[in-house]
């Protein structure tokens, strides 16, 4: 029943900075676990970044740790994604996800049950 749609994807330079939004609409927003996956032509789609319901937890992937910033707002029904110091390896299709809350936040898409559409994330050399 969830619906999540992406926004905020681009172009931009390698060192720039972007930032993915996640619109939300349903009853349980605030209940789910969320995350971002990407996945680049002809590779598998790959874990970025999960949040818990509350937003007291984080995960991010090691390739984006330090550079990426996973943030919620459950009273806007939003989760972010902020983007710095990006590189040519970043750039992909961005899908935000929900999934139910969990002790432990999954990296795998087993682990979300709800996808939105993908936003595309050039970042040229």
């Known amino acids: 029943q969830e619906q999540l749609v992406e926004s905020g994807g681009g172009l931009v330079q390698t060192g720039g900075s972007l930032r993915l939004s996640c619109a939300a609409s349903?009853?349980?927003?605030?209940?789910?676990?969320m995350g971002w996956f990407r996945q680049a032509p002809g590779k598998e789609r790959e874990f970025v970044a999960a949040i818990s319901w509350n937003g007291g937890n984080t995960l991010y992937a090691d390739s984006v740790k330090g550079r990426f910033t996973i943030s919620r707002d459950n009273a806007r029904n939003t989760v972010l994604l902020q983007m710095s110091s990006l590189k040519p390896e970043d750039t992909a299709v961005y899908y935000c996800a929900a999934g139910p809350s969990a002790n432990n936040l999954p990296r795998g898409t087993y682990g979300y049950a709800y996808w939105g559409q993908g936003t595309q994330v050039t970042v040229s050399s």
């Open positions: 349903g009853r349980t927003f605030s209940s789910y676990t």
